[in-house]
């Protein structure tokens, strides 16, 4: 492999324009998730094929390769990764980190290649979907003491998670004056779309879940977190994402669920309930689930049809 064209002393302004690049890129992605992952990703690249950090030093001379030499040690790298033994789905993210840093450095006029040779694993699609049946479900949501301030927090959480299917971040994010009782609706951030508001309908059930739990929690800030830690020593706190988790696997072991429950899994569970229900109703059941590329036909047709309210109000009715 030849080495990089590089003066023996590299311009210092392009080790900072490459370290710019490299912010850039994080910022870019949305979910601090995705940011953390792809910063691990280029520093696992930058130490195995240089046993360096990923400095913009470093960055410098690997943009700077021959394409050749770039899309060799780029498929080297992969099969170092197979060789770990690592599954298909995190080569391929890793794969697509230094994709995404070669792409946007082509972009920027600092890359003259591109990586487009170099082929993700095929990943074994995830089939069981399943998650828990709804009668199952049903001995979950009988749990909660409704009586007591958590119960009604716990009741009306999982009650979104299923009749709703929503993702356990949409519901960490929603505050007080995101949810309208009158309107029976609820204002959530959708998954990537970062300061953007997606208005969904509740069922009767859910809205009387969440209004019950308010009611209890009398607190008057709107901005104030829609769910909040009623532990003595976080009371009051946002809940996080892994509160939500730790709510669900709790419920779930007392109800006797043998599968590990998990707030994304009984998102399945709802949205495999909701096709059962409405015999295979594919675009119905898109209006619940809030998956990608919903044209604007369709958001047209939910307002006119309201599919989306008719799913949630029948899978309400299940449990």
């Known amino acids: ?26 910022s870019d992605k949305r979910s601090p998730h995705t940011r953390h992952a792809y910063a691990k990703d280029l520093k696992d690249f930058f130490r195995t094929i240089a046993d360096s950090e990923a400095t913009p030093e470093m960055v410098t001379y690997f943009l700077q390769l021959e394409r050749t030499d770039a899309v060799t040690l780029v498929l080297r790298y992969k099969a170092m990764l197979i060789e770990r033994g690592l599954k ?9 980190a230094i994709k995404s840093l070669v792409k946007l450095a082509r972009s920027a006029g600092k890359c003259d290649y591109t990586l487009e040779e170099v082929k993700g694993e095929k990943v074994q699609v995830y089939r069981d979907t399943a998650g828990i049946s709804r009668e199952l479900y049903r001995k979950v949501l009988a749990l909660p003491d409704r009586v007591e301030l958590k119960g ?12 709703n299917a929503l993702r356990r971040g949409e519901i960490a994010k929603a505050n007080i004056g995101d949810f309208d009782a009158e309107a029976k609706t609820l204002k959530i951030r959708g998954k990537g779309k ?19 739990w308010l009611l209890a929690r009398r607190e008057l800030n ?42 994304h899994r009984i998102r399945h569970s709802s949205i495999t309930a909701a096709l059962d229900a409405t ?31 008719e799913i949630s109000t029948l899978l309400a009715d299940m449990v």
């Open 194 to 212: 970062g300061t953007v508001f997606e208005v969904i309908d509740l069922s009767l059930t859910t809205t009387e879940a969440i209004r019950d």
């Open 88 to 96: 298909e789905a995190t080569i391929n993210r890793r794969l697509s």
């Open 152 to 163: 009604k927090r716990d009741y009306a959480l999982l009650r979104l998670l299923w009749d």
């Open 222 to 263: 709107t901005s104030a977190p829609l769910f909040i830690s009623v532990d003595p020593v976080k009371k009051g706190n946002r809940i996080t994402g892994a509160g939500i988790y730790w709510i669900v696997q709790q419920y779930c072991r007392a109800a006797g669920v043998s599968k590990q429950m998990s707030p």
């Open 279 to 309: 015999n295979g109703n594919v675009r119905k059941v898109q209006k619940l689930s809030r998956h990608a590329q919903i044209d604007t036909l369709m958001v047209y047709d939910d307002n006119r049809s309201k599919d989306q309210l």
């Open 1 to 26: 492999m030849s080495s990089p064209t590089l003066a023996s002393n590299p311009n210092p302004l392009a080790a900072i324009a490459n370290r710019d690049l490299l912010a850039q890129l994080l």
